[in-house]
């Protein structure tokens, strides 16, 4: 038996596909490299040692995707496959709602088709909007999301909780993460973003192997304790092997459940930039600018539930992220694109 995972070959699927392998799990990948590309994937292989079958599938494929899971004896699913750059998502939302809100209803008719009622699914922080208070906690209400990528992780919790309302053999999990960052201690595979770098630890990264000159720091003046935002960066590793503990959750019981995945600390711009500038003993310029629109002051978690429940909490510090999105980026400045 298998566990399926979409958009395997992604920065957060491949760190989650080797925590798997590596646990003894057998995976089957389907990834349209939309937004990667299968070096990640041969690269997750020498990693772990671990042979495994990948398909370039796209989820809205039906007859594909059908195919796959005919060819494939699949237990459950680990949906990470989806559009996931906020600013893109506020210009092109018809291609937002349709690659994530269409994709997952083709791939949950055919699980459901094939038997396979276990799944867990990558959602986010954004779903607390912006009127919820630090810490996020699970109970809270959701539904203000400020962008169409947002709204489409929204609308998929929904569209979940319904499949378990209809038929409540569904087994679902929904992880709302925080900021993933860092890499695998290897650097072999790591965050490899397309063109200018959306997010502040690609940014700094690219700003250490002098692909930028200088970060610029979106407003410092928030409420806050330096003006910058605050905000809940967790390892990527860390966040894979919590996808370890709710595949073992989904395996044990139906319902669903949601938990957050971060560490429960909140960090500024300027905690980050500092504590990359320590931890490889580097240089980070920086200009401070005004303020990016739709950011919120501070977003961390309150991450009590999936310690309670799951026995999951992230083991590594800021410093560790730091470090280990360094060494990935000097090993390979541009990428896959080596
Ligand atoms: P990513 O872009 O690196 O990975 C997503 C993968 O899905 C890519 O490999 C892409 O090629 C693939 N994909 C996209 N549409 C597809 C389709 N229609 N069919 C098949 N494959 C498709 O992003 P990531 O950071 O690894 O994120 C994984 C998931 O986690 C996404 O759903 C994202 O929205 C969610 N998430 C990410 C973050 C973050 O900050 N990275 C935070 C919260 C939630
Ligand atoms: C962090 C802080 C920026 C870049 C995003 C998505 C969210 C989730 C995680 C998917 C903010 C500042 C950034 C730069 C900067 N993704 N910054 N200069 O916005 O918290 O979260 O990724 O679900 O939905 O919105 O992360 O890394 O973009 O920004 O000053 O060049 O760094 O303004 O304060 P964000 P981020």
Redesign the pocket.
Known sequence: MSIFI????????SHTCVELLEAGYDIVV???????CPEALERVKKITGRDFKYYE????DRSALDKIFKENSIEAVI??????AVGESCQKPLEYYD??IG?TLVLLDVMRSNGCKKIVF?????VYGSENKVPFVETMKTGTTTNP?GTT?LYIEGILKDMYLADNEWSVVLLR????VGAHKSGLIG??PNGIPN?LMPYITQVSVGKREKLYINGNDYPTKDGTCIRDYIHVVDLAIGHIKAVEHIMKKTGVDIYNLGTGIGYSVLDVVETFKRANNIDIPYEIVGRRAGDIAECYANADKALKELGWKAEKNLEDMCRDAMNWQSKNPNGYGN
């Open positions: 979409t958009g395997g070959a992604g920065y957060i699927g389907a990834d349209n490299y939309v937004n990667s599938c796209d989820i809205r949906h990470f496959a989806g559009l996931k690659n994530n994709g990558s959602s986010s922080a954004t990528y992780k993460y925080f900021n993933p965050e490899n997010n």
